[in-house]
């Protein structure tokens, strides 16, 4: 048997597919962008191959545990760490930057 990388479910038992399209949340739209932004011939941070690298290097519990564009901002963090844009700290510091804001403003 041949190993099967997190997103490789051909053949296996699966449950209904949902085939109703639903809106974008804005969360989902801002990531979306992101990605755009990133692999951007201007930008061109990394390219989208490897953004689907980075989503298959999860653990399986990670990847069945997040949704479609929680594993997309996994990997653009990931990606943006690999090639020496950001660091980690750097990233942290970010979120922790705007989480305060949140909070402040009683989100």
Request: no cysteine; proline share 2%.
């Amino acid at each position: 048997m041949t190993d099967r990388k997190v997103n490789d479910v051909g053949g296996l038992p699966g449950g209904p597919i949902v085939q109703q399209d639903h809106a974008l949340t804005l969360h989902e739209k801002r990531i979306d962008a992101m990605l755009m932004l990133l692999t951007s011939a201007r930008i061109g941070a990394f390219k989208v191959d490897a953004l689907r690298r980075a989503i298959e290097a999860h653990t399986q519990g990670e990847y069945h545990k997040y949704g479609y564009y929680d594993k997309w901002i996994r990997a653009i963090r990931d990606l943006l760490i690999e090639q020496g844009i950001l660091t980690s700290a750097e990233i942290d510091a970010r979120i922790a930057v705007v989480r305060a804001r949140l909070k402040g403003a009683g989100a």
